[in-house]
């Protein structure tokens, strides 16, 4: 009975030697630009031109290029420009992570929990803003954002993006699976409504929040045609932006430019490897 | 009886006051803007001057006249009908491998086909870029296998710099769609898989007999997103190829923000029509896709 089973497993294994060399090959190709990023940003340009694949020595050298160019885009001094830009990257991100996840539970929150047939058909209005493309509000936006003198201000960074239709059918997706019933037994208990949204709803949608807040500051950290529209000036820039400028003059040293791309995808690698179930959640949302 | 409407009175304002700063936020920043993009397209004249366009619907009948706009939307229906349907099968064919509970190292595989999405859309351009320039690994590479004997100008060509934005494009989002299949079988009941094996069906058949029709509906969502990502391509365009060479790989998008607040005159009146052109096609295509993924048989 075992040696058959035995044999039967490793049936099933041969069975699988082409989907394992299809996966091997897939993967590699998946992650060798990250590894050669990586690898890029330790050595000189001229050995990354010249097709070197493993880490080299120059990984203090392009750090401290990478400062000056920071410092240089900002016209400060000591190496602190391009701390203030990864700061710069870090406020927005946060503060957009935390007003939006506020923002859209709230709401995810009133449009399951006290749902009626308004509510739903104006929860169906709300859905057709995910066909607008951000280019088409881009002008109108700037225009606004200028007027109001927000530009360069983290308000004008976060103002178009903390509420989504995408994060708010998510919060009301998963809200079904929290009981109306317990509500039912708060109020009899005299509790306010706002009291059971935070003492009650956030507690128990935890994980739903945390896929939200990955998802959120990954989209907001990667951001870059609306933060390049309205943090024009270089101080309130961000990450995005700085390297983007390092790979835009006519000679690219393209070893200062990977170590910039690492200092760019540190955060978000962390989240990856770290929050990936959250990361995932995040992506798919709503989808059940 | 008079108490309870009260509560339930107290409830409705409570309800809406929970809803109601998301969808402020949602008219004053999307719906409010779309309306102005549509007047500011019937206009001319700098920002601060804007005046009627005579005749009104003037800046959309240029449209047809701008070549470069034309080319704009051809490459970007060229990204789209080449890369969505590639990067959708992959993604669906590595969801069902990796589902199969007989698989080793399935979590490392999962890690490792999800990867890029780690990384942002202008560093995997920078990337791209550095790995595709003419004194770049890719050349190098293929010169040391002796395929090439003189370096490729990758980027610098139209033809192959439209291919490796493709090819850019794949590596990126293939994981991310993965990622959507892979929660969709899951809500598939492994046992329909098992029973095919013993039914002797292969792999294939069971990709095109179970797979692909249980996960439609999630198809048809992917189809929509990735139709709406492409057809607002941006960052590749900016940072791979800087939409060159002379505009041949530009995306509606960089030609839009060429046109608005790139380099130059500003002519917001003009990108503003090109702007809703994108809107009414992206709706377009949704509606198209919606309606065809609806035919419940």
Known sequence: MTEERKMNKSAIQRRLIPSYIFLIIVCFISVFPIYWMLTAATNNTYDVSQGKIFFGTHAVENYHALLQRADDTLNFKGGKGLWKIMGNSFLYAGVQTILCIFICSLAGFGFELYHDKKKDRLFGVLLLAMMIPQVATLIPLFRMMSSMKLLNTVYAFILPAISTPFMIMMFRQNSRNFPPDIMEAARLDGLSEIAMFFRMYMPVMKSTYAAAAVITFMNAWNAYMWPRAVMADNRAATMQMLIANLAGGYTVDYGVLMMGVLFCSVPTMVIFFVLQKQFAEGITGSVK | MNKKSGVTRKQEVWGWAFLAPATILIFVMSFWPMIQAFIMSLKKGPAANMVWQEPLFKNYTRILQDKTFLTSMGNTFLYLIIEVPIML??????AQILNNRDLKFRGGFRTMVFMPCAVSLVSYALIFKSLFATQGLINSALMHLHIISENINWLGTTGTARAVIIMGLIWRWTGYNMVFYLAG???????VYEAAKIDGANGWKTFWGITVPLLRPVI???????????????????????????????TMSHYIWNQSLGVGVAKFGYASALAFVVFIMVGILAFINLKVGDTRD
């Open chain 2, 220 to 250: 048809v969502m992917t189809f929509i997103m990735s139709i709406n990502g492409t057809l607002q391509l941006f960052d590749e365009s900016v940072n791979l190829t800087n939409g060159g060479p002379s505009n041949s790989t530009i």
């Open chain 2, 185 to 191: 079988l899951q809500n598939i009941e492994y046992s």
């Open chain 2, 89 to 94: 099968i992959l993604a669906i064919l590595l």
